[in-house]
């Protein structure tokens, strides 16, 4: 436990300092750390979200054999697991990969230290933008990080049939705003940092994905 309070001090001290330099703004300080931070993991993350629309596309086009194991084999699960693996290795799919996993977990203390850190940091705010208050929450924030994570979401789903385009985007902006709308405003910030360049990230990799398969 002090291990851990230690290292969300030391992010405390960080954004605290920033904001000093930012003229006492934390809702400013929040905002540039959080992107600071996301950018600063954007090669890595990149990486690991194109190759995931690849995985994405190999599935697509393995849809019909795999169709076919699924009817061949409806009564054997075993069997139906054993040559869904085969056909996904002779293909070179690979669902989950170790190096994506261990990054994902990496990531996790992470944010949970920042959020702990921004969270310690409303007790020293001013106005930030239209909110006067970070301490309380900011329905319209929440919206629009509701909305950049529904459009995130479309862009990274790239072979999503057409009909479901709009669950894929309606179902997380959703759940973004139900988990946000009563939270501080300065978390929303954090997470809406974070959203920008998640959107951006998703950007980047629809464009590379579609030079690449042009």
Known sequence: MGLWTTFVDA??????GLSVVLGGNMGLAIAVFSLGLRLLLLPL?????????????????????????RKQHRDDPKRLWEETARLHQKHGVRLFEGRTLLFMLVQVPLFLGLFGAVRRGLANTRRFLWIKDLMKADPLLAGICAILTGLSSVLGSHHVPEQQRTVTMVLPALLTFLFLWRLSAGITIYTLSSSLVGLLQSLLVRRRFAKSHA
């Open 45 to 69: 993350t990149l990486r690991f979200a194109y190759r995931s629309l690849e995985m994405q596309a190999a599935l697509k086009k393995l849809e019909p054999e795999l169709a076919h194991i």
């Open 11 to 16: 992010l405390y001290t960080t954004l605290f």
